[in-house]
């Protein structure tokens, strides 16, 4: 029963997942109609909560881990279902929230509801390259120290932050920018290139603990906590570039 344990706490981040695309596709837009008779299109508040729940199961993909170590139980099988729930709550419900973004976008113009499905499907090229990474990940065992591309749970974290931004921004150029379908379409291209690449990224993963190697986390941190003070939400997606432009540094150096 003891080796069950982290496959459970592995389930539940699927659960997690799951519950999230359930938020995400469940509201849908919400469209109201102004005095001038102009349509007025938003993402309801409701899908906030999937953004939490994405954040919840980042922290239950932590401790899965961390507890078949604990335990010494680690397993095959264990890796194997922590790669299909990470491609359902890491790359399949963020991949829908973009889906859901795009759809925001193009609806701020006249029929733009009824736009195409060719012009939202690349929001799915996330999962897809997810799942390439995970799986590429799985056969690999020169990662124990450093990952090769950047890792899903945080590609899913930046998308699942999103929301966030979008609900609580106080500054107008936020929310036309999240409105910029051009936008998204670059997101998507390098959050995917990111993924199935091979550069170097950093893990908190060392062989000796030292403030050297902690160096370029620190810094992140920092960088982070100032930016979410001034833009609130947007610190994530600042951490998360800030994380892949010190990867390339740090790791050029070697400490």
């Known amino acids: 029963m003891k080796k069950e344990i982290p496959n459970i706490i592995t389930l539940l981040n ?41 954040i919840a199961a980042a922290v239950v993909d932590f401790f899965d881990g961390f507890i078949a170590r604990l335990l010494n139980v680690p397993s095959e099988m264990g890796k194997q279902l922590d790669s299909l729930a990470d491609v359902v709550s890491f790359g399949v419900a963020p991949g829908l929230i973009v889906f859901q973004f795009l759809r925001l976008s193009f609806a701020q113009v006249p029929d733009g509801l009824d736009a195409s499905i060719i012009w939202l499907l690349p929001a799915l090229v996330i999962p897809c390259a997810g799942a390439y990474r995970l799986a590429r990940f799985n056969i690999d065992n020169t990662q124990q120290y450093g990952f090769k591309g950047v890792p899903i749970p945080a590609v899913g974290l ?98």
């Open 14 to 54: 699927l659960l997690l997942g799951s519950l999230a695309i359930v938020y995400i596709l469940q509201p849908g837009l919400t469209i109201t109609v102004n005095i001038e008779g102009e349509n007025l299109v938003s993402i309801p508040e409701r899908m906030m909560w999937a953004s939490w729940l994405i």
């Open 158 to 255: 930046l998308f699942a932050s999103f929301p966030m931004v979008y609900w609580y921004a106080q500054d107008v150029w936020i929310l036309k920018l999240l409105m910029n379908k051009w936008l998204w379409y670059a997101m998507i291209v390098i959050a995917c290139y990111l993924m199935v690449s091979t550069l170097p990224m950093l893990a908190l993963k060392f062989k000796e603990f030292t403030v050297k190697k902690m160096l370029p986390f620190i810094i992140i941190a920092v960088i982070s906590t100032i930016t979410a003070i001034v833009f609130g939400w947007l610190a994530v997606s600042v951490g998360f570039f800030a994380y892949v432009i010190l990867s390339l540094a740090f790791k050029q150096v070697e400490l």
